[in-house]
């Protein structure tokens, strides 16, 4: 192995052919910064502290509610768009928040964005449905058990916060999603352009769609006889929500 090494430094050095050097210029082409001149800063650019229990008028008992689960069926009308066209998190499923996840959410992007340049609003309520529980090794009856804790429903498509500021969609796109996985329900990381592509592909696939037997037509035509084993919330939403 030795003298193999030899022979080649060796051919090397008595060859006659000068070596030559050429310089090559590469042109890089980079491309401007974004203007974040159409960006506007909310007055309170850190999310604020959300109460554990809603307040109530100091001689008014507590009032208890039913499961009501109408508030989390179903898709959201109204709360469905981002307000500062940026970035946030949705819901892609009902459910309910706790206190702890509110904190949750709060600590996490406190924790992690640059609060110099940008921020975040909540879209949500604090939580005001009171949920009732009864203690371990009660009888059953007795009334109706005390208040045990406060939830906020959410519906699909509901935005749960929004971010932005002078920033992109890849230094947002981490932290959030962070907070997005720990949610008790799923939930997902868009941008404002995300969700004109969602929009979008929603639309052109309803127009391209070729199989005439969808789902809605079957139940607005009682094809075999659906309407009596179906649920009254698929009649109304065919079956994309629960």
């Known amino acids: 192995m030795q003298y193999y090494r030899v022979d080649v430094f060796r051919k090397l050095l008595c060859n006659n052919a000068t070596p030559n050097i050429i310089q090559v210029a590469g042109v890089n082409y980079f491309a401007p910064p974004p203007k974040y ?38 898709p959201e009308t109204v709360h469905n768009f981002l307000l500062h066209q940026q970035f946030g998190i949705i819901a892609l499923s009902g459910g309910r928040m706790k206190w702890g ?13 640059d609060q110099n340049r940008m921020f975040a609003v909540w879209r949500i309520d604090a939580p005001w449905q009171p949920i009732t529980k009864k203690g371990l090794g009660q009888r059953m009856g007795g009334g ?27 230094e947002v796109q981490p932290i959030l999603e962070l907070v997005a996985h720990k949610l008790p329900f799923a939930a997902k990381v868009v941008s404002q352009q995300m969700m004109q592509e969602m929009a979008e592909e ?12 969808t789902f809605k037509y079957v139940i607005q035509n009682n094809l075999g006889g659906c309407h009596n084993w179906i649920s009254p919330y ?8 629960l």
Do not use: Q
Request: aromatic share 10%; with cysteine.
């Open 101 to 113: 996840h509110f904190e949750m959410v709060r600590l996490g992007v406190l924790r992690k964005m």
């Open 37 to 74: 001149d159409h960006v506007e800063f909310p007055e309170r650019s850190k999310l604020r502290y959300m109460d554990k229990v809603p307040l109530i008028h100091g001689n008014m008992r507590p009032p208890k509610m039913t499961k009501s689960l109408k508030f989390m069926r179903g």
């Open 144 to 170: 109706k058990g005390p208040i045990d804790h406060y939830v906020t429903p959410v519906k699909a498509g509901r935005v749960i916060i929004e971010m932005g500021g002078k920033c992109e969609f890849v």
């Open 202 to 213: 929603e639309e052109r696939s309803e127009k391209e769609n070729l199989n005439h037997y």
């Open 234 to 241: 698929d009649k109304k939403w065919f079956g994309k929500y």
